[in-house]
């Protein structure tokens, strides 16, 4: 986790507090289910939501771990300090450190999730936004790095809306594979703890029992999880990528936006890197380093090997981190890019119209010039387009073999671009519904 | 794709002959809708449904390929041949190659899916039969490959069908990501088509349109499937992991099956080797491997580059063909695996009931022995144990002060095996509902 | 691997018709080694050579493994059906499977790598000429994407060399690493097979005795050998990404290699697709997914398990052929390239000489100028260019407080290319040694 | 990088303290080299070496950034609030940022290798001790998990030492790729800076001068570096496995070291985990995740883009730091192995004897018994000794047609341990050299 690629509402679910905090609410309620059942006694249940408003110590907690080597433990003897030894004993009966370890986990990571999600919406909104605004801003389409039809800037913010919108989905599930709880004991077998206990505390930590638990949650859910994260972080390199292009020197049909007074912007009016979406091309990458080891930890001996934990501890917040700040960096980037139509339009006719040169091509032959004729036209008037610097159009309507073909008005047509853009309004339809 | 990890089933779909047989549809079906709108006469579209029975020729596209160098005007070469020149004029008309190449890439895959689907089933029908025969087989659950407390082999497998269980549901969904078609033209913008002939011709071959393609499908579709796969192969590592413990010299409590007859298994009968599962420890890494590849799949430049599709020729049968024969191979071992209860309890009492200590332990605290007399008293019987083989109960029950504490009776609770068991049937219930 | 993506000479090598050649030598050369030491009679290992010329019939085999289940009893028994029962009694005494499997892998990967290092040497040899032809081609560095300071075509072509030139000793380093064998039996204690056998048979087939193997060569060497293929590759998709961008249409200042009658390339001149280099970047995340299979090949439980065998069978031949494959198409795609010195000029020319700003900003101040207002004086100059259009060093040659520190001599200085280029010399003697 | 997974050595490269005083050094040798050549006086260089022994203030240099939004130009600013304006207008110029961060970062990596291969030694020293130690323990060689042949514990150390030493020579190869710098200015082109600067500040700091760099350098050199730390995590990972394996509570052929007094252990002397070695399976994922990160930010675009920067960030520190960490605790964990001869020996004899029945097969069919018969022979003895737990090598004592081809004290010789372990010696002359 690197200090400036990170949010501070997602650092806080990662922080120790936080993490001691689902502790001792873990074991609260688990204390109310023992004492439903009769395991316990209710007032001493009751007794331990006396720390319902503690602050638990971190250092002392540490200290107190320096000692046992056992993180469970020296939180449960500093619980023991806040609601007295007596009150403490009924405290974690018939469970085992991971029951509340793995448990934590997941309420971190649904926690994490739910603030992807508020970051995805916020780069949705965005992207709809400047989809809407540049729905008729002509631009050519390339493939290849080539020119090939026109296409608009709101398309192609449009396609990274439905884009983003199945990440946001994909993230949903992934969510739900997270969201589980278990309180299970040594194996899994309950034989320690009734399930009742688990389904209460599940019920109330906004988490589903796990349905068969080891000593662990199964990590394949995790693995999904993971997964899931990266094929996001991949879109979002995409759109990256997608600016970096447009912002290079040759293209500018965008920019990230330069605050007026930003040193070097005006003395170098030419130089302004596209610097934020390179940082997320690198981005995606470290949070799609976690998919691989992520889905190693599947793979555990028997009931339980801790190999995955130092894992865990890494890409946990790691990942969620660095994707939380990718969508925020990404969602600031769109929503301020700076986008430069005039240069768009100057872009495609760098070559003067031979983008329109295909649909020459076949207007010539559906008026019925053979193939090759068809082709020996539209060549030779591409090439003085592109050797000598002429107008398409032009070349076309003063060629006298096309004009037996084609009718000026024809041939005019064929370089309209709204032949392109009539589609446009059914595809917005089928990515933001009726507006 | 090394044919001896490969089925035919699934080899064929991913065959020349299958590819062209699709793209004729996707043609075919797409002159019908053409002809529906008026672009093309309807004699014409019928006309070309006479190759419906044909079989393509394989040698002689790739003869055709050979000098026009572009695979789908090869294709619609040879099916001029079959269907006529006057036919087939009226064919592919304002679609662009990557219509038909990346329609045919998701029906190939969503047919893959179908196969690893039924995969999965067979997988899930063995679990679940194994898990209901091995209910009550007790053995010892280990955590970090030490022994812990008793659980059974029906919650081992249990535990398998339910991660499976998930893996397909996992996959259903990544199903549905890839089931999309596009016929939207060079950039996406539907210039050269209507959109209704990509309606119609996703609705006949089983897919959603595409709501918004440039001139490919975009390629988070497949990061997803791909990672999904590779999230399924992991829970294949996990149960050929498990087996391949179970299976060592030391542990012996379940063995592949080796046919009578097989060679070598009797004259060293110890010399049986968990090949399969060993194998399928690999497969799991080779279904895995595709997964960053799918993800840097993701960013093409602009309206599409073709850097993904390398990858894909590779991945597509690659690792769908691999999964599939690692879920069928998985399948077959589950079901034959040849299972071992008495060795399970033999290894299980292997440390003379010390496995209980902990129980005893508790026993000893709830009775009112303070805990570090109740520590002092379990440890002196189990180094007795440990050291010189005795029983953990025999000197137990031989231990005055232990019997100042506890009753013979409450002694001999401790080692019941049915109190690791009583919540199997709930576990049972929760995975496989009410039987 | 893809047919398409192969070359014969690296395919051949994969072959079954190789791999048994590769059996029966080492296996003869066993023969003969056994003998020296009196273990079997010399004429029967001479007799073992018998089949020298033989050819081995792959599909007999084929059928006798599909009886024997087992790949080398299978080659054996046809062996002795070539030299007869009773000199082939005497081969693979005291050797295992994987002696013969193990070493031949090697074998395969050395001649592999001969190969690799011969496309290395192709594609060196084609970066050295390219280098040398455009050494004083000018065109505009970039950083971000965005114009910096001039730089020549020489020095990109020269960097590439020397990348590629690290490649070249990373993967002779490689062929180290790889270039050994072992005949030490069941689990590498030669109990069965004196070590003077594994030092001929490596002798003679040019390998290294593995100074300590179990039943396997160990697996380290074989995941430093796909990592460093995995460089190579990336460093392929770096020249690859150069060219990509060197011939998009706004950019164009080189182009893949189009043949004269290039179907398509004169009617529409402006669309010729830079596809192999698009290839390259595929092709190199392909070969760069081996290498974390081949990372957790490593870990092989106590003497050996198979697990590593199938990633084996698949990243053995499908990473060197696609390495090898990349390497002659990106030989082939800089030997051709067609680069335009005047569309370098026009793109650095874009703005009109504000790339060098900087240059100016510096000498004002080294004129005394303070920082702020030299920093002033560029920037109003840099503005009108920008934003009218005007001619950078006209408008400084026009400005009085300009001219006020510097001579008009000056300002023309800070135009002069040759400032850029006055050490393009020193760094190619750097790369390529003395001329 | 989780603090616990840290050694104070390591993480102490990565602060921003070492940072900041590598920053200047590199400022203050490039000043001499300056000075050396004419561009700067010789009294204003030496004038920076006043800082020589100043400890920057990194909270200052934080608070500078937060305006200039420049780290470089915080620190110079911050620089010359130490050496004085006039002094500090000196430093730095004709240099870019990057000539300084590249070269730094290569700097930690120097060093931070330099501590691993320190860590190395000691792992190197710990496995060759144990290795002595133990070149005499017998114990079974395991394929596929099952009992094959005798081996010795000293082969098994010597293996792990063979395999870490030709990482240790991996790391001096890795260390030399990344031991280069830069001073070559914006584009690479040394237009503002002399070259002689960049050979003065790399020889100052053991560095040799990159060649041809561009504004960085060349990003394989890393790619490979964390490649190789990979391959190295990897055969951590080999160990860890195999100590693993040999805790588990059936195998227990040896044990992490506990401390006497450590909680647990005794009252529950079978439940010693191996969490340390479990923790180094982890630890192993984590370094392999850089690989693929570091390979993908090879390719930048034109002179650089700064998308390897964030990665960098991440990985150069974690991965680093964890390799570092793992390479210790690896080292203590084979110091302080505890080691079960007895149990060893008695896991080898498990199946009484039958670990021998191949060379019992063997020698019948040397003494001339054919195939069939001396399979048969064998089958029935093993059979009795799998079956009803007969001891092997009794059962042919008493069999009457083995008696007819061996005599008892051949048969006796095929028990005979030493047969495995005479070459045992030639073995670790081979790995260690003549002791």
Redesign the interface.
């Known amino acids: 986790m690197?200090p400036?690629?990170s949010r501070p509402d997602m650092t806080a679910i990662w922080e120790p507090a936080t993490k001691f905090r689902i502790w001792y609410e873990i074991e609260a309620h688990a204390c109310d289910a023992q004492a439903a059942i009769g395991v316990i006694p209710a007032e001493n249940a009751a007794a331990v939501w006396k720390a319902k408003d503690a602050t638990f110590d971190v250092a002392r907690i540490d200290e107190i771990e320096a000692v046992?080597?056992?993180d469970v433990i020296a939180f449960l003897t500093h619980l023991a300090e806040i609601i007295g030894q007596d009150t403490a004993r009924f405290v974690h009966q018939g469970m085992t450190s991971s029951d509340v370890l793995d448990t934590t986990f997941n309420i971190q990571l649904v926690r994490a999730t739910d603030l992807l999600l508020a970051g995805m919406d916020r780069l949705l909104a965005a992207l709809k936004t400047r989809a809407l605004e540049h729905k008729d801003t002509v631009r050519?389409?390339?493939?290849?790095?080539?020119?090939?039809?026109?296409?608009t800037m709101g398309?192609t913010f449009?396609?990274f809306y439905?884009?983003m919108d199945?990440?946001r989905a994909?993230l949903v599930?992934a969510r739900a594979?997270i969201a589980t709880g278990a309180i299970s004991?040594?194996?899994?077998?309950?034989?320690?703890i009734d399930?009742s206990v688990e389904d209460h505390v599940c019920a109330q930590l906004g988490l589903t029992?796990e349905?068969?638990s080891?000593?662990v949650i199964?990590r394949?859910?995790h693995?999904?999880f993971f997964?899931?994260l990266?094929?996001i972080?991949?879109?979002i390199?995409?759109i990256?990528?997608?600016i970096?292009?447009m912002?290079?020197?040759?293209?500018l049909e965008a920019e990230e936006f330069f605050s007026a007074g930003q040193?070097g912007s005006?003395?170098?009016?030419?130089?302004?890197?596209?610097?934020l979406t390179?940082?997320l091309?690198?981005?995606?990458?470290?949070v799609?380093?976690?998919?691989?080891?992520a889905?190693?930890?599947?793979?555990?001996?028997?009931?339980?090997?801790?190999?995955?934990?130092?894992?865990e501890?890494?890409i946990g917040p790691?990942t969620t981190i660095t994707l939380d700040f990718a969508l925020h960096r990404l969602a600031g980037v769109v929503e301020k890019l700076v986008i430069y139509p005039a240069n768009m339009m100057a872009?495609m006719n760098?070559?003067r119209g031979?983008?329109m040169?295909?649909r020459v091509?076949?207007a010539l032959t559906q008026a019925g010039v053979n193939r090759e004729d068809a082709?020996r036209l539209?060549?030779r008037n591409?090439?003085r387009?592109?050797e000598q610097g002429a107008d398409f159009k032009t070349e076309l309507l003063a060629d006298k073999e096309v004009l037996a073909a084609l009718t000026p008005a024809e041939i005019e047509e064929k370089f309209d671009l709204g032949?392109?853009?009539?589609?446009?309004d059914?595809?917005f339809a089928?990515?933001f519904g009726a507006q």
Do not use: C
Request: proline share 6%; glycine share 6%.
């Open positions: 690197i400036r690629y046992t080597k056992h050519i389409g390339r493939s290849h790095g080539i020119h090939a039809e026109p296409t398309l449009a396609r439905a884009e199945r990440g994909r599930n594979e004991g040594a194996v899994g077998t309950f034989a320690n399930p029992p349905p068969i080891t000593q199964p394949d859910r693995a999904m997964a899931t990266g094929v972080a991949s879109s390199e995409n990256a990528i997608e970096r292009h912002q290079r020197t040759e293209v040193k005006s003395a170098m009016p030419h130089k302004r890197n596209p610097v390179e940082n091309t690198g981005l995606a990458r470290l799609r380093m976690s998919v691989i080891p889905m190693e930890n599947v793979a555990l001996w028997h009931e339980r090997d801790i190999s995955h934990s130092s894992v501890r890494a790691d872009n760098k070559f031979l983008v040169s295909q091509l076949l082709y539209v060549q591409a090439m387009v592109w032949y392109h853009l009539k589609h446009v059914t595809i089928r990515v």
